[in-house]
């Protein structure tokens, strides 16, 4: 426990679980997850070929940083859209429905989104690691067997948890920032 909360150190606080299901609308019901995920599944496979020393190195990871503009585009749109609903229904809408600033939105919170997918991409690894043992071929690592249902909808769980954490270290920054 710490000494300034009753809320244990190691559990992310109940507004860094808010701002983590926050969010997930974007994420989730905007699927921007899916060119986040993209982006690191194109940067694994991408890396498999620079140690296995295969050709087409740089066009995985010219595919990765593309997915993850889309990614920062399609997140854009969605936030601005939901902004002008919100002025569309409110004149003054409620202060925890509002965005933060862009500059906030975009590096605060855009960058949480794309890490946070990373317990879902180990998970990917170790299966295309160790469980496939490197059987499948290119063109399987291209276009693989496995759904995104199985990584982005059976582990929305651990994306969730790793936002809470991502966003209370990046309220522990920011409250440490203040007192300076």
């Known amino acids: 426990m710490s000494k300034t909360s009753w809320f244990p150190v190691w559990l992310p606080y109940p507004k860094a679980w808010i701002m983590a299901m926050k969010l997930g609308i974007p994420a989730y019901f905007g699927a921007t997850v899916i060119f986040a995920f993209e ?4 940067s694994l496979v991408g890396s498999i070929l620079a140690v296995t020393n295969h050709n087409g190195i740089i066009l995985f990871f010219i595919v990765s940083v593309g997915a993850l503009l889309l990614a920062l585009i399609w997140f854009l749109i969605l936030a601005g859209v939901y902004a002008l609903l919100l002025k569309f229904l409110w004149s003054n809408p409620p202060q925890w429905l509002r965005l933060p600033k862009f500059s906030s939105l975009v590096i605060r919170d855009f960058t949480i989104l794309v890490f946070s997918i990373l317990p879902i991409i180990g998970i990917f690894a170790i299966y295309i690691l160790f469980i496939t043992g490197l059987k499948q ?16 909808l059976r582990f929305w769980w651990l994306w969730l948890i790793s936002a809470a954490y991502f966003y209370q270290i990046s309220m522990k920054k920011f409250i440490r920032s203040d007192k300076y």
């Open 39 to 42: 982006f690191w599944r194109y």
């Open 137 to 152: 071929s290119f063109d399987d690592l291209r276009q693989p067997k496995l759904t995104y249902d199985i990584f982005l």
